[in-house]
T-cell receptor, first 113, second 116 residues
Framework: QKEVEQNSGPLSVPEGAIASLNCTYSDRVSQSFFWYRQYSGKSPELIMSIYSNGDKEDGRFTAQLNKASQYVSLLIRDSQPSDSATYLCAVRGYGGSQGNLIFGKGTKLSVKP | GAVVSQHPSWVICKSGTSVKIECRSLDFQATTMFWYRQFPKQSLMLMATSNEGSKATYEQGVEKDKFLINHASLTLSTLTVTSAHPEDSSFYIC????????????FGDGTRLSIL
């Protein structure tokens, strides 16, 4: 059974701090990795995609991938109250079942003013 | 960016009614669309995977006769909840993936279904 694990939180950080969200996955041959943000009562929205080892930066967001450790993370710099949401890690395996994404249960982030 | 339109946003109807939800990819072609359900404070649950021109693949425990899925074109998939009952009340979300299999899934805004 392919799994994606996330700490459910809540993760609470003060405004301006760095929020670090972590995700591990079980399928060693996974190829594509995504972070989604979901506000309460809303649908998920894509924040970052990462496909190769290392860091990928986009504005205040940095995704980090380590395939050897089967670990992907999301850093949010200068956290804002508007970043408070649930962050979903999603993984797609190589040739996976019709290319389905496997989602983690999400980490709830709370940024305190 | 890729846009997925889902309609309607809200549905309130009586028990026994059938409800159709549409999911459209507006600026890209999607051979595969996905239907999810999410209960309050719970995680996304994949219901079915819809492939253009073929039968949908349903996840274990999802009744295919109750949740009818049609994916007639590369830009449109529909989910019909037949003879809906209060326990079907939930947040239904579709997503679509671009033709390149490596790409992300893009989500619609979701449909909040309330059955009285």
């Amino acid at each position: 059974q392919k799994e994606v694990e996330q700490n459910s939180g809540p993760l609470s950080v003060p405004e301006g701090a760095i929020a670090s969200l972590n995700c591990t996955y079980s399928d060693r041959v996974s190829q594509s990795f995504f972070w989604y943000r979901q506000y309460s009562g809303k649908s998920p929205e894509l924040i970052m995609s990462i496909y190769s080892n290392g860091d990928k930066e986009d504005g205040r967001f940095t995704a980090q991938l380590n395939k050897a450790s089967q670990y992907v993370s999301l850093l949010i710099r200068d956290s804002q109250p508007s970043d408070s949401a649930t962050y979903l890690c999603a993984v797609r395996g190589y040739g996976g079942s019709q290319g389905n994404l496997i989602f983690g249960k999400g980490t709830k982030l709370s940024v305190k003013p | 960016g890729a846009v997925v339109s889902q309609h309607p946003s809200w549905v309130i109807c009586k028990s026994g009614t059938s409800v159709k939800i549409e999911c459209r990819s507006l600026d890209f072609q999607a051979t595969t669309m996905f239907w999810y359900r999410q209960f309050p404070k719970q995680s996304l649950m994949l219901m079915a995977t819809s492939n253009e021109g073929s039968k949908a693949t349903y996840e274990q425990g999802v009744e295919k006769d109750k949740f009818l899925i049609n994916h007639a074109s590369l830009t449109l998939s529909t989910l019909t909840v037949t003879s809906a009952h209060p326990e079907d009340s939930s947040f239904y979300i579709c997503s679509a993936r671009e033709l390149a299999r490596e790409g992300p899934q893009h989500f619609g805004d979701g449909t909040r279904l309330s059955i009285l």
